[in-house]
Structures are given as C-alpha cells and as structure tokens.
C-alpha cells in the first residue's frame, strides 16, 4: 500500500495541534498548511469537505538525503493530510509512506533513510490520535 492513514475520535483542529506536537518531538516542522476546502470555496466551486495538506519538514534529514541524492528534492517536504471521511464524520490523518516513493528514485542507501523517516512519521501520527 503506498499510504498510510489513522483515524481519531478528535476534531480536525485538535488533531492538527497534537500532530504539530508529536512532530516537534522528531524535530520536524510544518512549513505550511494548505486548507483545501477553503481554497476550492474561493475559486468558485462546491467542495464542503474539510480536508488539509501539511507539508512537514525535518532539515537535518533533508540535508542528508539531498546530499546523498537530489532527485529525492521531488519528494520534498513530506505531507500530512488530514480531513474529516465523509461517511463516518472522523477525522483522519494519512499520508504517502515514503518508501514507496522513494522506489521511484532507485537508490538502495536512500530506502534506509526513507524507511526511518516513514517510522518517525507514522509514529507521530500515531501519538496524535
């Protein structure tokens, strides 16, 4: 499976707080959050579900896989989504597992620190529900 997503009893905003929290204690940060309902709403179009991109960064681990391989900079930074599931009205929080993007770059000493990344990650959003 080329994601990962778990679901929360916690409204978006609360879940969005606790994975910042979670993140923070891996060293990495969100850059930017994209609300994509909102932007949708703007440019005209019908779009009600809540749904959130967050791109998330930890520089040290981008300096050394960059170092390593700047192809992997197509990946970069890593996101987060979270959005409510239109069914079951829980939040949930997924996201691409880097190592299978990274299948994509063919770099055998790059999948260790995709691997690690992708640990790191689920855990803090596993913490967060």
Known sequence: MFHYTAETEKSMDE??????ESLKE????????FDIKETLQKKG???EQPY???EVCNPKE??????E??????????????YQDLETK?????MPKPTALIEMVNDELIK???????????ACINNSI
């Open 90 to 94: 829980k939040t949930k929080i997924g």
């Open 52 to 54: 959130k991109v967050l």
């Open 62 to 67: 981008a300096n050394n896989v960059l170092t």
């Open 15 to 20: 879940a969005i707080q606790s994975l910042e």
């Open 26 to 33: 891996e060293k990495f940060g969100v850059l930017w959050q």
């Open 45 to 47: 179009f019908d779009f």
């Open 69 to 82: 391989n700047q192809l992997v900079g197509y990946f970069l930074p890593c996101k987060i989504v979270v």
């Open 112 to 122: 260790g620190f995709a691997t690690d990344i992708e640990n790191r990650l689920i």
